[in-house]
């Protein structure tokens, strides 16, 4: 490890034991598998980890989280949390995650008072400061701790740290929450959350990494599926673009289309600017 990103993480340690306890919101991702690492590491049992379980989240990832906690040793408390009875939040307006953040972390700050721990951490990084996150505004109003930004970390940073320290995430795929595949002001649904959860899951199956299914309309959606630039060509092949569509026609949608410009993040924030 050299000095700069051993500096980093020993700035991150202090800020952790400066908690005296935690509540690490995880939800299995790069970011939150680190953090949650460093929190054990740096306050031991004082480190438990939250996770929402929702139809924003995939059951995969719920799973992985629970599989990480138990090899780890850090006690884990998992809240079913029904996301679209929350206020605003299945009409999908553009400040949905703001709407949606605010009470999945006051229901993790409630849970860390009953469980007698200090604060609640989230696994944000530098890099998230630059694309629309509603969400974050939620997260300072309440007081929950950014320590991974505090400390200065980016996400490569992240990965390289997760790497030397041997974490099954360190070359994980990025997945936002589901409801980020539907754009805004178009109804939130189970059945539409079910299909991109199914979808991407298809794909992730096939040997894609790093993709997204996003969903266009109501009554017959649209499915447009982002790749990275590399795997294109693959999925043009005939046969594979041919069983591609079948599955996903079988999965509900009416029409499957592949984005020209690829996969990126926040691809439905573009008509925002």
Known sequence: MDDGLRSKYERLLDILKGYGS?????????????LLHAA???????????TASSCFVPKREVLEARE?????GVKHLVADVDVLAIDGVAENPKDRCYLCKKALFQGFLDTAEREGL??????????????YRPGMKAIAELGVKSPLREAGLKKQEIRDLSKEF??????????????????????????????????????????????????????????RIEL??????????????EEINDKLHGMGFAYVALDLKGYRTGSLNEVLK
């Open 22 to 34: 935690v509540a690490v919101a995880f939800s299995s991702g790069v970011d939150s598998t680190f």
């Open 40 to 50: 054990k590491e740096a306050l031991g049992e004082k480190a438990v980890a939250l």
């Open 68 to 72: 990480f906690c138990e090899k780890i």
């Open 118 to 131: 200090s604060a609640v951490a989230e696994g944000s990084n530098v890099d998230d400061e630059g694309d």
């Open 166 to 223: 041997e974490l099954p995430t360190w070359n994980k795929p990025s997945f936002a929450c589901l409801a980020s595949r539907i754009p805004y002001g178009e109804i939130l649904t189970n059945e539409k959350l079910r299909m991109v959860e199914e979808a991407e899951e298809y794909l992730l199956n096939k040997g894609f990494k790093q993709f997204r299914v996003r969903v266009h309309g109501d009554g017959a959606p649209l499915a």
């Open 228 to 241: 990275l630039p590399e795997d294109i060509d693959r999925a043009m092949d005939l046969s594979v673009r």
